[in-house]
């Protein structure tokens, strides 16, 4: 095999606020050979998920941050090109923490990278990294298994068109909820409640959230996710039933502030309402991903689930594209494609 | 019986901030005749809470606020003077909704009342109104139910000097746990080590809350009980354990603020560690009171269960004896005395 050339975005220095351009750096090596037991990954697609911020940043968190100068973390989708191992043969279509990198080496059983098979025959590779992928094992077991949603409660996600939120509602809606996201102009509210069948959505950009949670959640809210915290959170919490439950899983609206995080000022309608408010980290239930993509493919066989993905093309787009999330820019779960398929 | 005249406060206005003198009217009207099915109850001991800073506000919550020129809600202990029903006799010790008054009349099965009989030889009638009463159900309940301790974890209570913290922490004690309060001032701390027990108590008006939980926690915090909010609440948040569980019972350092609410800056630690928070509100649990009695009843007797009362004497002092509540002054739970028992 001729010399591959990696390129690669790395850390520069952690960002203050909103990551800019001088905190990457843009660096190119050789692609190593590989030893016995390892493989090469061409990335395809890499995820761009609002999660990435916190990495970037120094602290205890749920997950070690990102080195100065090391590969920026990111989840993938990517062809095995070259293999050692018995693990994946080339031509293996993989998914796992291929880095904002356009080939990744080493051992086919790393465990920071947790390759698996996908296959492309199935679902289009962009799904594994939306509905099939992360975002959506996050909705699943995050609505399921900390929000307990019952049929006939009120469902609210904000990020409603975004890779979470999308996923989030559709779920809800097979169990039977009433559900309404919240989200950033009418074009993302209509494509939720014309394409994905939600109930409603508010458009938090015009102004009138509280009214449009009174109109549109007329026996109050049973169950909050949320994805983007500040002022959001603050509303929802005033229309939450006795025993709510919020789910905490992000904060999108806060990440790049340069003041400290604006907590909840009304987190006491938690107590009021003896109401719950819970965090959820998506590995925890990576022993059972196997059951949501289960449920989810069906749904999705049966033309009852959809999912929408916004593609920035070139791995020089990384630092913009990354910056979209954070402007809600992006319209669907956004991904950037790294190579051809 | 000759015409007893019944000494009365009631709101008089809404208070912005600290409640004022200006806020209360202190009134006094003759004690009506009762008709059959009524009783009249002479008032000992009324409950002083933070809560009673909540009824004062409109606005929806757990219980209908106290309406403008209403007797102001309290639970109390008093003894029957004169019944024309059949379910108590004169002589009879019974707690419930008294309010702030020396007499209460009207129908024995009252609802917002909720007269029950009380021992004054199983225990001293003050308290029915701590560990027997309603601050000793919101510890347990809330302790038990809501933050489901297990023998080894460490619990931090805050207001571990006050009605709930100290019962809290005798609770946690029982069940096997590490316990360590947090008070305001070294007496109070002392109390808290050397009389009910704890592990462990920081003064957080030392300065040093963050470094007192590093060092009195080495393990952690699994089960945060939090009376106080704010910068306590925030702080507690940054050491808090994956699956920690935290008990919303009040938030007394916010309660006569005339800002908004802050919010727990930190409440993204809910999601780092996938913990929980949640509010307890006592009446959830009215059907179980028994049951708590009959456990911490059986400690006292024990010897293992100890409890405090910072007693008050005199109608007249209501204003500013409450006022202590918010200003740190009581020690042990709070009680007015309203007449000879």
Known sequence: MPTLINQQYRLAARPVGAPRHSDWSFTSEPVRDIADGEIIVQTIYISLDPAMRGWMNEGKSYIRPVAIDEVMRAGGIGKVI????????????VCGGTGVQQYWAGAADDKAAAFHKVDPQLAPLPKYLNALGMPGMTAYFGLLDVGQPKAGETVVVSGAAGAVGQTVGQVARQKGCRVVGIAGGQEKCDFVVNELGFDACIDYKAGALREGLKQHCPDGVDIYFDNVGGEILDTVLTCINLKARIIICGAISQ???????????NYLSLLVNRARMEGIVVFDYAARYGEAVAAMGQWMAQGKFQTREDIVVGIEGFPDALMMLFEGKNFGKLILQMGEE
């Open 255 to 265: 990440y790049n502030s340069t003041t400290p995080v604006k907590g909840p000022s």
């Open 82 to 93: 070259a293999s050692r191992s018995t693990k994946f043969k080339t031509g293996d279509y």
